[in-house]
Nanobody
């Protein structure tokens, strides 16, 4: 069982930056691949980025490539999402997720979910 708690969301102007954090409970964090998803009003929840257990493998949705960076610190049981050059279309609730395999996250699903944090980008 993994419990995930996101933080770092907020309101930012277009072109600005935010860093999301996701703190995980338990001693098994390093055995899980992690991901960030987002869901905008009226839209489906989509994967934004994913990272393997060691951090050696990362994945990004085309819409965020070159702007977002996912990373993890296994000593702190935390995964991060650095978001730069934010656009109004990045506005959504961002969810942290954990899965036993990175391909599960890339496929758009996961085993455990956080409660989400709101990111709003104003134009």
């Amino acid at each position: 069982q993994v419990q995930l708690v996101e933080s770092g969301g907020g309101l930012v102007q277009a072109g600005g930056s935010l860093r999301l954090s996701c703190a995980a409970s338990g001693r098994t964090f390093k055995t899980y691949s992690m991901g960030w998803f987002r869901q905008a009003p009226g839209k489906e929840r989509d994967v934004v980025a994913a990272i393997s257990t060691s951090g050696a493998i990362t994945y990004y949705a085309d819409s965020v490539k070159g702007r977002f960076t996912i990373s993890r610190d296994n000593a702190k049981n935390t995964v991060y999402l650095q978001m730069n050059s934010l656009k109004p279309e990045d506005t959504a609730i961002y969810y942290c997720a954990a899965a036993t395999m990175i391909r599960t996250v890339i496929a758009g699903t996961s085993d455990y979910w956080g409660q989400g944090t709101q990111v709003t980008v104003s134009s």
